[in-house]
């Protein structure tokens, strides 16, 4: 019986966090709008085009291969189980010791991969600018993001996330600065991972200063509906992740029944929305950088990560 | 004698002698050639019989014992294939134009002399006579060298002469002085000159007077050695004179004359108030080998290029026997057979490759693998092997002398290493050049038989993996007995 | 077993002289390598079982070779069955793939004899149980591949590649040699197991450690002493780059293991901090090379220094863990380290072989004259995308476990009781991590430029397919790749008695865990499982390629590129391997290599093209090497006047050293 | 021995160390031989004297063959060969006289420093022949070291040999092998040296070294 439990909230999470990643992003661009005093779009219009992208016929150049035409089922499937596996309402999921967060992580590196090979095939010079910025991006965010995890591991004396954010419920835990570091830290490089200001900018289609769009650009229909889901569930992922690590109150436990997941649900929604008005009203009131200045926001990011580690070994001495 | 009803030693002797006065009277390369294989071939045979056979008592003028049965086989099988490998180079010497059929029976003449001026100096008992065959040795081999009568080859032998008959000179002086300092004790006469006799007494010399005979001995035998910085004939005189003689210069009369050297370093030894001599050979060891490795950098001559090299391997050898103790003879006395074996054969392989490109000059030999596989396969283990890498017999040595050394005195063996991968560095350098590449120079079939060649490596080979129960044992007797 | 595998080493020998024999001859081909294979796969069997069911005590075999007194000693251990599987496996795919790849081959005779003897040098060096023995066929090895790198030996740059080879290796021997005549003692201890349990000083066992480490460290290819192996590698037939990369570094790396964990013992605290250092630093500038490089093979030797790094990452925490006896820690960290040596040797050698096919198929090693190969050579560019994943360290593949295990090793740094350590291991699992997404820019980029997009040379567009021999080569290993990465816990049950031989203990058994998931310490710690992965990957992939395909669109429609509305026919417009590298050159090597970028551009109305040049320097090249090559020539020059000073300086010179030495007699106590 | 035996000795073979010195001061060829001439004479005379306080007979012979050869027919000999390369000019010595002289002076001093360390008790005959000897050699090393001329250094290397026989006739007992050889060497010695300069002058018109050095190895 409990497994069965288990196993429906393990599917209850998979399905919200798919039904849940074009709602995030519908969210953030209409909280974006209306800071930007325009009307925007519904918050459900990335639903509108996902479904209109799907039903589209593909148009694929010429000379694509089977990697093209495969890549996006890839990432969206890696994107999916890495989102899978981080607790957003509740902890204690059944299939969460199979990846732990820098598996997590790696997943979503798998899915980078893809996509920067996607963007390779058609042999074109946007899909290499954009794969080749990608992977640049990549090579900094990743040991941050793999540092902070280190800080967050040392803490908790764990890599699985549920333990961790079991353990950050606690009160025992208290306030750290490096957790302050890590906290800092996981935001920039959630920034850069999610192509959002001002390292990319989702919206845009000036050739020159676009990562995430170049590598894309060659793709349509189907496979782009699939590219842009694996997106929004990037972005979900990154912002469930946040919410778990560093507010992870109201997360159910396991076994504390049908009330606990209800108030878990409410609290997570409403989590992301902050995360969401957040990110907006951040994006807003910020300008995009050059693309050779990401190197220093990233490597502030890096630092960050490592001095947090470093510290935890000065406070855990004391 | 023993039981074959002729005196082994007398054999080894009288062998060339005989061989050199019918040389000297007989025409014909080709008749000439084969005798001079025979008689080595013969003293060969000698020289195994006093192996298998027992030895002569020590008498006054001569001696066989455990240290130099291991120089007169060696001595007495290189000869033999040199003379092999001679009968089929000077041959094409004589076509070629560069020697003249006078020239050549003089040449196979003072073969057979130097052959027995060895073979004099490795049985003698008598620091005396030792002497005189020593010089006999070196005084027919200025002779070889000069032979081709180019201005090179005159300029070497005459540097050779002069910087030999110094030694001659210094070594003379030693001898004396060691004479007067065994005579207080042994007495006057013969006695005082017979190694048996000087040994068993040594321990009553003067110090001070064996000290200084010592350093006479050692600067005199050590110049045909070719140890730094007495080394400067070595080069030169490898590289002008006839290969054959490159070879035996190489693998033998350096042997001989280092013979000498440790004969009295044992001497030394044995006297309590002696100076160590450990020290001064370590030091000139070391010197050689570093002053040779960076020599072989800026070498153009295929032949000077395993003359320095031979100068390296004697610097390592006496390195070994001034280090001492059994692990450190052995690899003394092992390196020093592998590196007669594999000189010679690479002396052997130059050879053919100089006669058949036509010159000596490196940059003009090229690819020798590819046009001549075997001549450059043979070339290129020969180089492996006297570099030092397995599976070949000088591996072996290297490895104990190196891995006995270093937890005793680090620091002369980290300069040795060194010493060791400079001299690799500049012979691999050139051996690419020589074997690999696109091949350059003439591409004609070499004429001459590889047979010698082929024997020496395989040896070389073969003790690199298994050395038989019963050499291993003679090495050790004589390890022992070096201290 | 040990006689099983020495038989196998005989027949790799024989093998050897048929190669030698036969070099020429058509039928010379499948017989050394249809030999080679058969001898390399039984030894593989024999390795295996040591290691599934080991003997109750390693059995010794004696052979009355090598030194007279003290005999040729094989022993196979828990840690030589290991490395004995690993080799002997990336020996049988490269003799596969030489049965293939071979008919390619222009100089066969330069190759049959040496690979095969190749093979038994790399066996013998792990079986080997004493001093003499192991440098032996250490340096036999070393021989043998050099022949092989020689090979091609008429181009130039390959004479050079081979000359450096070699001087490098005869400088780690010549190492090697002083490690072990210090563990050997004066009076030549040279059996391993008299080395075994000496007590020693704390000065000879930092010596043992740094001899070690730069002994076996030239042959692995760390940094500062990796120059050989960019050149080397790439320079020799590809199954034998796969070989050498794959299989030898690896040696290389028992080499280092069996002094360093076996033979020396107890190490102190610090050595593991050397390691840790060398190994984080070629990680690191490891794959920034590869990162710059446009020669295919090269860029991969490069990543194999690395892997190697990684290796030596994890091995120096199973070090600083050793000396403080956290025994579970060290056997967590060293079982990462021997994980990614099987898992480096499976991809290293899948990678090498596709770029040999790649090599076959084209005639080009640059990648600037490559592309678009996925529509000629799908089979070769599928495996290669298996190992460029699996090299990337991406999950599900093995490159992910064996980090994934040498993060959870570096997560148990906290315990260490020194503060060097403590401050260290974090920033080097910083590197490390580092390392991997370097990796996977580096392999983006490997394989988008090579395989996809469009032909950028005559070449490139007229390649075909290779052989099937060489695909089944590939595929096995690729196959491989895969169940490493999906099932590790096996793997790590079999490296347990080999772990407890290095550092005296043993990761817990994953045999009892549920699902075949991995558990380094405990499950509410840590735990991954690479089945599970793979299979919710391919699940929810195949389900949404399903739906959509069910309840979508499957309607595809071919149009020429779009390419933001200015598609330019010239496959010259696409970004190449150098364009790729360029923010990550920017951002790295402008520091590490000192690169430097120089625009010309004519004025206008000038029709010349503009060009951009890079300029790039090596660090450890500069300033180590060169240094180093330049002393020698100027000490070379100065002494080179000795060989031309007249008789009368040279009898000076005897002259000065008879008075020299009289004075030292006169001043002689 | 008296002492008066031990005086004698002592002073020829004090002046073989000081005609070694005039030699080295000597820069012209013929005077070079002619000192050379005397230089032999003494050794004759010294190596007699020896004979004759010995006791041993053969000694004489040793006497009578220095005398012979290289007081009269080396001497003799290498007079023609100069003469006829017309080579009788000046010596081209390396460094000054003053200098050499000096090293000269320090060679001596090296030599008594080296030999008396000898024990005392050992005969004094011999411990001062032997540091003369010693002188000796070591000047004619220098001599030879100092001069450029293949005649003088020719001469250099025999008075060499000289010290060499003062040492050996010094040797009390010591076998006649050893006087043998020493003349079977010297006349091997003069007759390839012979050789030699025959050829040298054919091939190079001079004796001078600095002619072979262009045929030094390698510089082609």
Redesign the interface.
Same mark, same amino acid.
């Given at each position: 019986m409990a497994l069965i439990l288990d196993l429906l909230v393990q599917g209850a999470q998979m399905a919200v966090v798919l039904l849940l990643a074009p709602l995030l992003t519908g969210f953030v661009r209409k909280i974006k709008a209306r800071l930007q005093r325009r009307r925007g779009a519904s918050v459900l219009q990335p639903y509108r085009d996902l479904a209109r992208l799907l039903r589209k016929e593909a148009v694929v150049a010429e000379n694509a291969s089977w990697l093209f035409r495969a890549a996006p089922y890839l990432m969206v499937a890696a994107t999916w189980v890495a989102a899978a596996l981080v607790p957003t309402f509740a902890t204690g999921l059944i299939f969460s010791w199979s990846a732990d967060l820098i598996a997590i992580i790696a997943l979503l590196g798998s899915a980078r991969f893809f996509l920067a090979l996607a963007g390779m095939d058609v042999g074109t010079s946007f899909g290499g600018i954009g794969a080749s910025r990608e992977m640049m991006i990549a090579s900094l965010a990743e040991p941050a993001m793999l540092l902070i995890v280190f800080t967050l591991a040392l803490t908790a004396g764990s890599t699985q996330l549920a333990t961790i954010a079991e353990l950050f419920t606690r009160p025992e835990v208290g306030l750290r600065v490096s957790l302050g570091l890590a906290l800092v830290a996981l935001v920039m490089v959630a920034i850069a991972e999610n192509g959002r200001i001002p390292i990319d900018n989702p919206a845009t289609h000036l050739e020159l200063t676009m990562v995430h769009e170049a590598m894309v650009l060659e793709y349509s229909g189907r496979h782009l509906a699939m590219i842009e889901l694996a997106a929004s569930l990037k972005l979900l992922l990154y912002v469930s992740l946040i919410a778990a690590l560093f507010v992870p109150w109201g997360l159910a436990l396991p076994g504390t029944g049908g009330g606990a997941y209800a108030v878990g649900l409410v609290t997570y929604l409403a989590k992301l929305a902050v995360g969401g008005v957040l990110l907006a009203v951040f994006e807003t009131s910020i300008a995009k950088m050059r693309v050779f200045r990401v190197p220093e926001f990233l490597g502030a990011a890096l630092m960050l990560g490592l001095l947090g580690t470093l510290l935890l070994f000065v406070s855990r001495s004391l | 004698m023993n039981g074959l009803g002729f005196d082994a030693v007398a054999a080894v002797l009288l062998l060339p002698l005989a061989g050199a006065a019918l040389l000297a009277v007989l025409p014909g390369y080709r008749l000439t050639a084969r005798l001079n294989v025979l008689v080595s071939g013969l003293t060969l045979a000698a020289a195994l019989a006093l192996v298998l056979d027992g030895r002569p008592e020590p008498g006054t003028y001569l001696l066989v014992d455990d240290l130099n049965i291991v120089f007169i086989v060696l001595n007495t099988f290189v000869g033999f294939t040199t003379s092999v490998f001679s009968a089929s180079y000077i041959g094409h010497e004589l076509e070629s134009g560069r020697l003249t059929p006078t020239y050549l029976r003089f040449y196979h003449a003072m073969y057979q002399v130097m052959m027995f001026g060895m073979n004099l100096a490795l049985v003698a008992n008598n620091i005396?006579?030792m002497?005189?065959a020593v010089?006999l040795a070196t005084?027919t081999t200025?002779?070889m060298v000069g032979i081709y009568?180019t201005?090179?080859a005159?300029?070497?032998?005459?540097?050779y002469?002069?910087?030999g008959?110094?030694?001659?000179?210094?070594a003379?002086?030693g001898?004396?002085?060691v004479?007067?300092a065994a005579?207080?004790v042994v007495?006057?006469?013969?006695d005082?000159?017979v190694w048996t006799v000087l040994l068993e007494r040594a321990a009553g010399f003067?110090p001070?007077?064996v000290?200084?005979a010592f350093?006479?001995l050692?600067?005199g035998y050590g110049?045909k050695v070719g140890l730094a910085? =007495?080394h400067?004939?070595l &080069?030169?005189a490898h590289?002008?004179g006839p290969t054959p003689i490159s070879a035996v210069l190489s693998g033998l009369l350096l042997n001989v004359a280092l013979y000498a050297v440790l004969r009295f370093k044992l001497l030394l030894a044995a006297n309590p108030g002696g100076?160590a001599t450990g020290p =001064?050979m370590v030091t000139m060891g070391l010197a050689s080998v570093l002053?040779a490795a960076?020599?072989l950098?800026?070498?153009?001559?295929i032949k000077?290029l395993f003359a320095y090299s031979s100068i390296e391997h004697m610097g390592i050898i006496v390195f070994a026997f001034g280090m001492g %103790?059994p692990?450190a003879n052995f690899a003394g006395l092992l390196h020093m057979v592998m590196h007669s074996l594999t000189k010679s054969a690479i002396f052997f392989a130059v050879g053919h490759v100089a006669q058949i490109k036509g010159t000596q000059r490196m940059s003009e030999i090229g690819?020798l693998?590819?046009t001549h596989p075997w001549l450059g396969w043979s070339l290129v283990l020969g180089v492996?092997a006297i570099?030092g890498? &397995? &599976?070949m017999g000088i591996?072996?040595s290297?490895?104990?002398l190196?891995?006995?050394?270093?937890?005793?005195a680090p620091v002369l063996?980290?300069i040795l290493?060194a010493g060791?991968?400079?001299a690799?560095?500049a012979l691999?350098?050139r051996l690419?050049?020589l074997a690999?590449?696109?091949p350059k120079g003439a591409t004609a079939p070499a004429h001459a038989s590889y047979v010698p060649m082929f024997a020496h490596l395989a040896l070389v080979l073969a003790a690199?993996?298994? =050395?038989p %129960?019963p050499v291993?044992a003679w090495f050790q007797n004589v390890a022992a007995l070096l201290g | 077993m040990t006689v099983v595998s020495l038989a196998c080493v005989a027949v790799l020998l024989a093998t050897a002289v048929v190669g030698m024999a036969a070099g020429r001859h058509p039928a010379g081909r499948p017989l050394v390598y249809g030999l080679g294979l058969v001898a390399t796969v039984v030894a593989f069997g024999s390795a295996v079982a040591a290691m599934v069911a080991p003997p109750a005590a390693a059995s010794e075999v004696v052979l009355p070779l090598g030194l007279p007194w003290l005999g040729a000693h094989f022993r196979i251990d828990a840690l030589s069955a290991f490395f004995l599987a690993v080799v002997n496996l990336g020996a049988a795919f490269a003799c596969l793939y030489g049965l293939g790849y071979g008919r390619h081959e222009e100089a066969p005779h330069r190759v049959l004899p040496f690979l095969p003897a190749f093979l038994a040098g790399m066996n013998l060096v792990v079986m080997a149980a004493d001093a003499f023995g192991f440098l032996l066929s250490w340096e036999f090895m070393s021989l043998a591949s050099w022949a092989l790198v020689l090979a091609h030996h008429r181009d130039p740059e390959n004479g050079h590649a081979g000359y450096v080879y070699l001087v490098m290796a005869s400088f780690g021997t010549l190492a090697l040699l002083l490690t072990l005549g210090l563990l050997a003692g004066p009076d030549g201890g040279y059996a391993f197991a008299a080395m075994r349990g000496v007590e020693r000083e704390a000065g000879m066992a930092t010596l043992v450690l740094v001899l070690a480490l730069i002994g076996a460290g030239s042959k692995a290819g760390l940094v500062p002493l990796h120059v050989w192996l960019p050149l080397a590698h790439p320079a020799a037939p590809s199954h034998v780059s796969a070989l050498m990369s794959g299989v030898m570094t690896k040696v290389a790396i028992y080499g280092f293991v069996r002094i360093v964990f076996d033979l020396l013992g107890p190490s102190p605290w610090w050595s593991g901090m050397v390691v840790l250092a060398i190994g984080g630093a070629s990680a690191v500038l490891g794959v920034l090379y590869a990162l710059m490089q446009t020669d295919l093979k090269r860029l991969l030797a490069y990543s194999t220094i690395e892997n190697v790094g990684i290796v030596f990452v994890a091995l120096g925490l199973a070090l600083a863990f050793r000396s403080n006896g956290m025994a579970l820690a060290a056997a967590l960290a060293f079982t990462a380290a021997l994980l990614h040596v099987l898992n480096h040797s499976l991809f290293k050698s899948l990678l090498f072989f596709g770029a040999g096919a790649v090599l076959s198929a084209t005639h080009e090693r640059n990648v600037e004259r490559l592309g678009g190969l996925i529509h000629r050579m799908p089979a070769t560019s599928a495996l290669f995308l298996v190992g460029c994943v699996a090299i990337s360290a991406l999950p599900p593949l093995n490159g992910f476990v064996s980090e994934w295990l040498a993060f959870q090793a570096v997560l148990q740094s906290p315990e260490l009781p020194q503060w060097g350590l403590r401050i260290m291991v974090p920033a080097v699992g910083g590197l490390l991590a580092l390392a991997a997404a370097l990796a996977g820019a580096c392999f983006v980029r490997a394989f988008g430029i090579t395989f996809l997009g469009r032909p950028r040379s005559a070449a490139a567009e007229a390649a075909h397919e290779v052989d099937r021999l060489s695909i089944a080569a590939m595929a096995g290993l690729g196959v491989l790749c895969l169940l490493a990465g999906i099932l590790p816990g096996t793997l790590i049950d079999a490296l347990a008695p080999a772990a407890e031989l290095a550092v005296g203990g043993r990761m817990p058994a994953q045999q009892a865990v549920d699902w075949l998931t991995i558990v380094p310490i405990a499950e509410s710690r840590s735990s991954y499982n690479g089945l599970l992965v793979f299979l919710f990957i391919a699940a929810s992939a195949s389900l949404a390629v399903l739906a959509i395909h069910r309840f979508a669109s499957r309607a595809v429609r071919r149009a020429p590129a779009w390419d933001c509305g200015f598609p330019v026919p010239s496959p010259d417009t696409q970004y190449t391997a150098g364009s790729f590298a360029q923010p990550i050159r920017r951002v790295f090597a402008s520091m590490a290599f000192r690169a430097r970028e120089r625009v010309e551009m004519p004025p206008p109305g000038d029709p010349r093209p503009a060009r951009l040049t890079v300029e790039m320097h090596d660090p450890v090249w500069d300033w180590l090497y060169a240094p180093v090559a330049a002393a020698v020539g100027w000490i070379a020059d100065r002494m080179n006047r000795l060989q031309f000073l007249t008789i009368r300086r040279y009898l000076g010179m005897v002259f000065l050293s008879l008075v020299g030495l009289l004075m030292v007699i006169a001043l002689w106590p | 021995m008296g002492d008066l035996t031990f005086d004698i000795a002592h002073m020829l073979a004090g002046g073989l160390v000081l005609l070694s010195f005039v030699m080295l001061y000597q820069d012209r060829l013929y005077a070079l031989l002619n000192v050379y001439a005397l230089h032999a004479v003494v050794l004759a005379a010294s190596v007699a004297w020896q004979a004759f306080a010995q006791d041993a007979p053969h000694l004489y012979v040793t006497a009578a063959i220095a005398l012979a050869f290289k007081a009269v027919v080396i001497p003799t000999a290498l007079h023609r060969i100069i003469r006829r390369l017309g080579i009788h000019r000046e010596i081209e010595t390396v460094g000054g006289v003053g200098p050499t002289m000096l090293a000269g002076m320090g060679l001596v001093a090296l030599s008594l420093a080296v030999m008396l360390r000898i024990t005392p008790e050992a005969e004094p005959l011999a411990r001062e022949d032997l540091a003369f000897a010693l002188s000796v050699v070591l000047l004619g090393l220098l001599m030879m070291v100092t001069r450029r001329n293949a005649v003088s250094q020719v001469v250099g290397f025999m008075s060499l040999e000289n010290g060499l026989v003062l040492a050996a006739a010094g040797a009390k007992g010591m076998p006649l092998v050893v006087e043998i050889s020493v003349a079977f060497s010297i006349l091997i010695a003069f007759i390839v040296i012979g050789i030699f300069l025959f050829r040298i002058r054919e091939r190079f018109d001079t004796v001078d070294l600095h002619a072979l050095d262009r045929f030094r190895g390698e510089r082609r």
């Amino acid at each position: 019986m409990a497994l069965i439990l288990d196993l429906l909230v393990q599917g209850a999470q998979m399905a919200v966090v798919l039904l849940l990643a074009p709602l995030l992003t519908g969210f953030v661009r209409k909280i974006k709008a209306r800071l930007q005093r325009r009307r925007g779009a519904s918050v459900l219009q990335p639903y509108r085009d996902l479904a209109r992208l799907l039903r589209k016929e593909a148009v694929v150049a010429e000379n694509a291969s089977w990697l093209f035409r495969a890549a996006p089922y890839l990432m969206v499937a890696a994107t999916w189980v890495a989102a899978a596996l981080v607790p957003t309402f509740a902890t204690g999921l059944i299939f969460s010791w199979s990846a732990d967060l820098i598996a997590i992580i790696a997943l979503l590196g798998s899915a980078r991969f893809f996509l920067a090979l996607a963007g390779m095939d058609v042999g074109t010079s946007f899909g290499g600018i954009g794969a080749s910025r990608e992977m640049m991006i990549a090579s900094l965010a990743e040991p941050a993001m793999l540092l902070i995890v280190f800080t967050l591991a040392l803490t908790a004396g764990s890599t699985q996330l549920a333990t961790i954010a079991e353990l950050f419920t606690r009160p025992e835990v208290g306030l750290r600065v490096s957790l302050g570091l890590a906290l800092v830290a996981l935001v920039m490089v959630a920034i850069a991972e999610n192509g959002r200001i001002p390292i990319d900018n989702p919206a845009t289609h000036l050739e020159l200063t676009m990562v995430h769009e170049a590598m894309v650009l060659e793709y349509s229909g189907r496979h782009l509906a699939m590219i842009e889901l694996a997106a929004s569930l990037k972005l979900l992922l990154y912002v469930s992740l946040i919410a778990a690590l560093f507010v992870p109150w109201g997360l159910a436990l396991p076994g504390t029944g049908g009330g606990a997941y209800a108030v878990g649900l409410v609290t997570y929604l409403a989590k992301l929305a902050v995360g969401g008005v957040l990110l907006a009203v951040f994006e807003t009131s910020i300008a995009k950088m050059r693309v050779f200045r990401v190197p220093e926001f990233l490597g502030a990011a890096l630092m960050l990560g490592l001095l947090g580690t470093l510290l935890l070994f000065v406070s855990r001495s004391l | 004698m023993n039981g074959l009803g002729f005196d082994a030693v007398a054999a080894v002797l009288l062998l060339p002698l005989a061989g050199a006065a019918l040389l000297a009277v007989l025409p014909g390369y080709r008749l000439t050639a084969r005798l001079n294989v025979l008689v080595s071939g013969l003293t060969l045979a000698a020289a195994l019989a006093l192996v298998l056979d027992g030895r002569p008592e020590p008498g006054t003028y001569l001696l066989v014992d455990d240290l130099n049965i291991v120089f007169i086989v060696l001595n007495t099988f290189v000869g033999f294939t040199t003379s092999v490998f001679s009968a089929s180079y000077i041959g094409h010497e004589l076509e070629s134009g560069r020697l003249t059929p006078t020239y050549l029976r003089f040449y196979h003449a003072m073969y057979q002399v130097m052959m027995f001026g060895m073979n004099l100096a490795l049985v003698a008992n008598n620091i005396g006579l030792m002497w005189v065959a020593v010089e006999l040795a070196t005084l027919t081999t200025v002779l070889m060298v000069g032979i081709y009568r180019t201005h090179e080859a005159l300029e070497a032998a005459w540097k050779y002469f002069i910087l030999g008959s110094v030694g001659i000179a210094l070594a003379l002086f030693g001898t004396i002085l060691v004479y007067m300092a065994a005579r207080p004790v042994v007495g006057e006469g013969m006695d005082a000159m017979v190694w048996t006799v000087l040994l068993e007494r040594a321990a009553g010399f003067d110090p001070a007077l064996v000290n200084v005979a010592f350093v006479f001995l050692l600067l005199g035998y050590g110049t045909k050695v070719g140890l730094a910085p =007495l080394h400067a004939w070595l &080069p030169d005189a490898h590289a002008e004179g006839p290969t054959p003689i490159s070879a035996v210069l190489s693998g033998l009369l350096l042997n001989v004359a280092l013979y000498a050297v440790l004969r009295f370093k044992l001497l030394l030894a044995a006297n309590p108030g002696g100076i160590a001599t450990g020290p =001064l050979m370590v030091t000139m060891g070391l010197a050689s080998v570093l002053l040779a490795a960076v020599m072989l950098y800026r070498r153009r001559d295929i032949k000077r290029l395993f003359a320095y090299s031979s100068i390296e391997h004697m610097g390592i050898i006496v390195f070994a026997f001034g280090m001492g %103790g059994p692990l450190a003879n052995f690899a003394g006395l092992l390196h020093m057979v592998m590196h007669s074996l594999t000189k010679s054969a690479i002396f052997f392989a130059v050879g053919h490759v100089a006669q058949i490109k036509g010159t000596q000059r490196m940059s003009e030999i090229g690819g020798l693998t590819e046009t001549h596989p075997w001549l450059g396969w043979s070339l290129v283990l020969g180089v492996v092997a006297i570099a030092g890498l &397995p &599976p070949m017999g000088i591996f072996m040595s290297e490895f104990l002398l190196v891995s006995s050394t270093f937890a005793r005195a680090p620091v002369l063996t980290v300069i040795l290493v060194a010493g060791l991968l400079l001299a690799f560095g500049a012979l691999l350098m050139r051996l690419n050049g020589l074997a690999f590449g696109e091949p350059k120079g003439a591409t004609a079939p070499a004429h001459a038989s590889y047979v010698p060649m082929f024997a020496h490596l395989a040896l070389v080979l073969a003790a690199g993996l298994f =050395l038989p %129960g019963p050499v291993v044992a003679w090495f050790q007797n004589v390890a022992a007995l070096l201290g | 077993m040990t006689v099983v595998s020495l038989a196998c080493v005989a027949v790799l020998l024989a093998t050897a002289v048929v190669g030698m024999a036969a070099g020429r001859h058509p039928a010379g081909r499948p017989l050394v390598y249809g030999l080679g294979l058969v001898a390399t796969v039984v030894a593989f069997g024999s390795a295996v079982a040591a290691m599934v069911a080991p003997p109750a005590a390693a059995s010794e075999v004696v052979l009355p070779l090598g030194l007279p007194w003290l005999g040729a000693h094989f022993r196979i251990d828990a840690l030589s069955a290991f490395f004995l599987a690993v080799v002997n496996l990336g020996a049988a795919f490269a003799c596969l793939y030489g049965l293939g790849y071979g008919r390619h081959e222009e100089a066969p005779h330069r190759v049959l004899p040496f690979l095969p003897a190749f093979l038994a040098g790399m066996n013998l060096v792990v079986m080997a149980a004493d001093a003499f023995g192991f440098l032996l066929s250490w340096e036999f090895m070393s021989l043998a591949s050099w022949a092989l790198v020689l090979a091609h030996h008429r181009d130039p740059e390959n004479g050079h590649a081979g000359y450096v080879y070699l001087v490098m290796a005869s400088f780690g021997t010549l190492a090697l040699l002083l490690t072990l005549g210090l563990l050997a003692g004066p009076d030549g201890g040279y059996a391993f197991a008299a080395m075994r349990g000496v007590e020693r000083e704390a000065g000879m066992a930092t010596l043992v450690l740094v001899l070690a480490l730069i002994g076996a460290g030239s042959k692995a290819g760390l940094v500062p002493l990796h120059v050989w192996l960019p050149l080397a590698h790439p320079a020799a037939p590809s199954h034998v780059s796969a070989l050498m990369s794959g299989v030898m570094t690896k040696v290389a790396i028992y080499g280092f293991v069996r002094i360093v964990f076996d033979l020396l013992g107890p190490s102190p605290w610090w050595s593991g901090m050397v390691v840790l250092a060398i190994g984080g630093a070629s990680a690191v500038l490891g794959v920034l090379y590869a990162l710059m490089q446009t020669d295919l093979k090269r860029l991969l030797a490069y990543s194999t220094i690395e892997n190697v790094g990684i290796v030596f990452v994890a091995l120096g925490l199973a070090l600083a863990f050793r000396s403080n006896g956290m025994a579970l820690a060290a056997a967590l960290a060293f079982t990462a380290a021997l994980l990614h040596v099987l898992n480096h040797s499976l991809f290293k050698s899948l990678l090498f072989f596709g770029a040999g096919a790649v090599l076959s198929a084209t005639h080009e090693r640059n990648v600037e004259r490559l592309g678009g190969l996925i529509h000629r050579m799908p089979a070769t560019s599928a495996l290669f995308l298996v190992g460029c994943v699996a090299i990337s360290a991406l999950p599900p593949l093995n490159g992910f476990v064996s980090e994934w295990l040498a993060f959870q090793a570096v997560l148990q740094s906290p315990e260490l009781p020194q503060w060097g350590l403590r401050i260290m291991v974090p920033a080097v699992g910083g590197l490390l991590a580092l390392a991997a997404a370097l990796a996977g820019a580096c392999f983006v980029r490997a394989f988008g430029i090579t395989f996809l997009g469009r032909p950028r040379s005559a070449a490139a567009e007229a390649a075909h397919e290779v052989d099937r021999l060489s695909i089944a080569a590939m595929a096995g290993l690729g196959v491989l790749c895969l169940l490493a990465g999906i099932l590790p816990g096996t793997l790590i049950d079999a490296l347990a008695p080999a772990a407890e031989l290095a550092v005296g203990g043993r990761m817990p058994a994953q045999q009892a865990v549920d699902w075949l998931t991995i558990v380094p310490i405990a499950e509410s710690r840590s735990s991954y499982n690479g089945l599970l992965v793979f299979l919710f990957i391919a699940a929810s992939a195949s389900l949404a390629v399903l739906a959509i395909h069910r309840f979508a669109s499957r309607a595809v429609r071919r149009a020429p590129a779009w390419d933001c509305g200015f598609p330019v026919p010239s496959p010259d417009t696409q970004y190449t391997a150098g364009s790729f590298a360029q923010p990550i050159r920017r951002v790295f090597a402008s520091m590490a290599f000192r690169a430097r970028e120089r625009v010309e551009m004519p004025p206008p109305g000038d029709p010349r093209p503009a060009r951009l040049t890079v300029e790039m320097h090596d660090p450890v090249w500069d300033w180590l090497y060169a240094p180093v090559a330049a002393a020698v020539g100027w000490i070379a020059d100065r002494m080179n006047r000795l060989q031309f000073l007249t008789i009368r300086r040279y009898l000076g010179m005897v002259f000065l050293s008879l008075v020299g030495l009289l004075m030292v007699i006169a001043l002689w106590p | 021995m008296g002492d008066l035996t031990f005086d004698i000795a002592h002073m020829l073979a004090g002046g073989l160390v000081l005609l070694s010195f005039v030699m080295l001061y000597q820069d012209r060829l013929y005077a070079l031989l002619n000192v050379y001439a005397l230089h032999a004479v003494v050794l004759a005379a010294s190596v007699a004297w020896q004979a004759f306080a010995q006791d041993a007979p053969h000694l004489y012979v040793t006497a009578a063959i220095a005398l012979a050869f290289k007081a009269v027919v080396i001497p003799t000999a290498l007079h023609r060969i100069i003469r006829r390369l017309g080579i009788h000019r000046e010596i081209e010595t390396v460094g000054g006289v003053g200098p050499t002289m000096l090293a000269g002076m320090g060679l001596v001093a090296l030599s008594l420093a080296v030999m008396l360390r000898i024990t005392p008790e050992a005969e004094p005959l011999a411990r001062e022949d032997l540091a003369f000897a010693l002188s000796v050699v070591l000047l004619g090393l220098l001599m030879m070291v100092t001069r450029r001329n293949a005649v003088s250094q020719v001469v250099g290397f025999m008075s060499l040999e000289n010290g060499l026989v003062l040492a050996a006739a010094g040797a009390k007992g010591m076998p006649l092998v050893v006087e043998i050889s020493v003349a079977f060497s010297i006349l091997i010695a003069f007759i390839v040296i012979g050789i030699f300069l025959f050829r040298i002058r054919e091939r190079f018109d001079t004796v001078d070294l600095h002619a072979l050095d262009r045929f030094r190895g390698e510089r082609r």
